[in-house]
């Protein structure tokens, strides 16, 4: 058994959350299964920083000065090479869509087994077996690896784990990128609109889906949110289709929330949103369609068209504040 890679993103001269799980959940599996886990970062990362995943309980980062960060194919690129020099037997991610897009290519790569939304991994007879909720979370499927597997997992999935105070040794490597990521450049970077809104800590959720009819008509979700003192969120429909930032989206690929009180406006109540907000204490819908399944578990269902409702209630809640 020779170790476990783990891939850290980091932007503005921090690393990410899930990253940290990830490195974190690394080092908790490599000392079960006897062995070392080891980070990568991308791009350019000071040595302090790089160093500062020990703390997470890495011993090595290996550190990919030349190539560019944020962009699969190169990530997958450095990544197989580390591996088949070092001999790691798996690669893990904290998740998210771009920790998504890299296992992937790297598992074609390496030809390996992947599993992605992974929320629990366990060693077995000194191997990794990984979990994944399946069927809109109401069952589970795990995976075992013949030779290397990859393991992605669900965001926020994996606990972050200060480990202590301790440097990790920090290496460089220089791999040569394939001609496709050669082709790639980074043109811009930043943070999504409405990325900084906690929604898995509001106590009240307006939710707006591909019933808003356009992305102007979440406007109506936002007053509303703002009389009420709490968020939007949105389905997957509408963060799919551009409406609204990927960051709100809430069901089995977003986020889980369990607000006092969810508002569902212009949304159909498929499983895979219901998942997400399943727990919330009050589920208030509002659907032009009687028949929307949303109601089938709604506390309060209002059958009407959101575009008047909406603004009346946002009235309403402002008068009785005022
Ligand atoms: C593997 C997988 C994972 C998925 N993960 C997620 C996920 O995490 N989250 C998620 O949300 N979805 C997810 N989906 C997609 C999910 O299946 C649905 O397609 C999606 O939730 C539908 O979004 P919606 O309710 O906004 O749109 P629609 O299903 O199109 O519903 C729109 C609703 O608006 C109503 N409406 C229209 N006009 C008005 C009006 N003027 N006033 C009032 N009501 C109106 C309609 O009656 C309709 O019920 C996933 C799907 C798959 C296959």
Known sequence: MSGILAYALHYEGAFNKNSLGGVSEAARLASELGCEAHAVV?????DGLAASLGNYGVTKVFRAKDAP????????????????????????FGGGLLGFEIGAGLAARLNAGVTMEVTQVN?????????????????????????RGIIIGRLNAFEIAAAGDSAAEVEDVTV??????????????????????????????????????????????EALADALGGAVAATRAVVDAGWYPYSTQIGQTG???????????????????????QSSENIVAINKDSNAPIFEYSDLGIVGDLNKILPKLTEAVKAKKG
């Not at 944020?70 to 790691?88: C, K, N, T, Y």
């Not at 929604?199 to 992305?215: F, H, N, Q, W, Y």
């Open 255 to 277: 986020k889980t929330v369990s607000p006092k009180l969810y508002l569902a406006a212009g949304i159909s109540g498929a499983i895979q949103h219901k998942v997400g907000f």
């Open 123 to 147: 060693v077995e007879d000194g191997k990794l077996t990984a979990e994944r909720p399946i069927h809109g979370d109401s069952s589970i499927s795990t995976s075992r690896y013949k030779d």
């Open 42 to 46: 991308i791009g350019d990362v000071s």
């Open 176 to 221: 040569e990128l394939s001609e496709a990521s050669q082709r790639l450049t980074m043109v811009t970077r930043g943070e999504q609109r409405g990325a900084d809104v906690d929604i898995e800590g509001a106590d009240i959720l307006v939710a707006g889906g591909r019933g808003l009819g356009k992305p102007e008509g979440f406007e109506l979700c």
């Open 69 to 92: 960060e944020g962009l699969a194919q190169p990530v997958v690129d450095v990544m197989a090479s580390i591996m088949d020099e070092g001999g790691h037997d798996y690669a893990l």
